[in-house]
């Protein structure tokens, strides 16, 4: 009795996670390229909040300088959040356009929420109608903005954009790559059925007065993360405003993958802790059926040679489908977004997906974890 509700239960997990890689798959074909309605062409300010970003912030900044967007309609403010190297001097001393200006967050503005209090100052002082947000590590095609806009019609709260780490000559990097874009794509599709639930704060654009709604990043302040898809849903919550994704190469944003296994882990460490602070009760349900779905494995694995042997069998099932069906999303998103095939790194990213997801969702509950020099609590 007790086996056959084992079999039946892992089969029923290994069920719902085939019908949620489905919808995804489902949500990507919905994605179109998207056209501006709007009467003229608003006011945009771009925001980058940067910390310690001495050896990247020059490249980001030539691409942002580069941006085919009308000067006079577009504002840049990078925000330094209390750099310890050389960032702010670089920057200053090598702008050249004057819609580009540099401030530096107050000591006393809420001591916390590192990322999010830089945003929101920088949004504080800046003056746009459309505000995009993207990191100091980033680097942008010259029509980023001008995509990124062309997604608005007069409806649209929200947009989301494309992220990418760069091509690399190393293994680390490259499992990351498939991994990340595993991910953004997840991300697109569940925007593509209208369910929002993840994206990247290095590429958002959102309209201010939709910010101001929702009273920005209020009630998120104690959370070190979040200030991209707490943000996005709750302006879904409202369901006044579209939510889209800017399913376009030109709208990509290019970063480096981590250099190292401990950046990693802290990184998608950070990510995870804020899966508990959902408004969405039901949300933070099927996230934990997922979760249950990959502590299937090992599990099913366990059981399978001590208790009940055909346990394998759902094991062997649960793995295939999971393969076959992620592959058919990376395979769909990376021809069509990257102009590429990266399979061969997905078949070996696979064998490390399991543990990952398992260890990151665990640590990332205690919240405690190292970012850009910091040692946070979520």
């Given at each position: ?106 000591e006393n503005f809420s ?95 959102y309209r201010r007065s ?132 990266i399979k061969e790194q ?33």
């Open positions: 009795m007790i086996e056959t509700i084992l079999f039946l239960l892992f089969l029923a997990l290994s069920i719902y996670y085939l019908i949620f890689l489905l919808s995804i798959l489902t949500g990507l074909t919905k994605l179109r390229s998207n056209f501006s309605s709007l009467k003229s062409r608003p006011l945009v300010s771009i925001i980058i909040p940067f910390r310690n970003e001495a050896e990247n912030i020059l490249e980001n900044l030539r691409s942002i300088e580069a941006q085919d967007y009308e000067s006079d309609l577009l504002e840049v403010v990078y925000v330094n959040d209390d750099s310890e190297d050389e960032s702010e001097k670089v920057l200053r001393s090598s702008i050249k356009k004057n819609n580009i200006k540099v401030i530096s967050v107050p001591p916390k929420a590192h990322k999010k209090k830089s945003i929101r100052f920088g949004i504080d002082n800046s003056s746009g109608e459309i505000i995009v947000t993207t990191d100091a590590d980033c680097v942008h095609n010259s029509n980023w903005i001008s995509k990124m806009v062309s997604c608005f019609s007069e409806h649209t709260g929200f947009v989301s954009g494309p992220v990418v780490f760069n091509k690399s000559k190393s293994l680390f990097k490259k499992l990351q790559r498939v991994e990340f874009a595993g991910l953004v794509l997840t991300g697109a599709g569940l925007i593509g059925i209208n369910k929002p639930t993840i994206c990247n704060g290095a590429n958002l654009a939709v910010f101001n709604e929702v009273d920005g990043f209020k009630d998120q302040f104690n959370l070190s993360s979040g200030d991209d898809e707490l943000l996005m849903q709750k302006i879904f919550k409202l369901k006044k405003y579209d939510i889209k994704f800017c399913y376009d190469r030109d709208a990509i944003v290019y970063t480096e993958a981590n250099s190292d296994l401990k950046n990693f882990y802290n990184q998608r460490k950070r990510w995870a802790s804020k899966g508990l602070f959902y408004s969405d009760k039901l949300l933070i349900l099927k996230l934990i059926l997922i979760f249950l779905f990959y502590l299937s494995f090992p599990v099913q694995f366990i059981l399978a040679f001590t208790v009940y042997s055909k346990l394998l069998l759902t094991f062997a099932l649960s793995f295939l489908l999971k393969i076959i069906f992620e592959y058919l999303i990376i395979k769909k998103g990376a021809k069509e977004l990257l102009g590429e095939d997905f078949f070996l990213a696979q064998l490390l997906h399991i543990p990952y997801i398992l260890i990151t969702s665990v640590s990332g509950l205690f919240g405690d974890f190292n970012w850009k020099g910091r040692q946070l609590k979520r």
